[in-house]
């Protein structure tokens, strides 16, 4: 069963993607900033991460950029309800990039494209 770590700042978001994809079969756990994220990765060892970009305390593409730098196979995909961030740079370094919708068919297709596509980095 895939771990999936999802990054973001609004509850009622964190509490959605969490039932949505427990209920298809992965294991969930949430952070409400990107404050101590690296650290969480590093004892969690997800899978995956569902990164938000506008997040009160935080700027999710700076937190991408953090990831990649200690994690770099680690598949992310940036989930904002903005489309105006496809055009910054910062956001190539993402597997995959999806608007922020109550219907998250989307969101775990890009999910099972970034686990199939990445093998486990954790396994030494």
């Known amino acids: 069963m895939a771990k999936i770590l999802i990054v973001d700042d609004e509850e009622h978001i964190r509490f959605l993607y969490s039932e949505e994809l427990a209920e298809a079969g992965y294991e969930v756990i949430t952070a409400d900033s990107g404050y101590k994220v690296l650290d969480r990765i590093e004892t969690e060892k997800p899978d995956l991460v569902v990164l938000d970009i506008k997040m009160v305390d935080y700027n999710g593409l700076d937190l991408l950029q953090d ?8 598949p992310v995909v940036l989930c904002t309800a903005y489309d105006t961030f496809k055009e910054d740079m910062k956001s190539i370094a ?3 990039y999806v608007i922020k919708s109550f219907d998250l068919t989307e969101l775990k297709t890009k999910i099972a494209m970034a686990l199939v596509a990445s093998p486990n980095i954790w396994e030494k």
Not at 67 to 74: A, E
């Open 67 to 74: 990831i990649r730098n200690r994690f770099y196979n680690l």
């Open 94 to 96: 993402a597997d995959y």
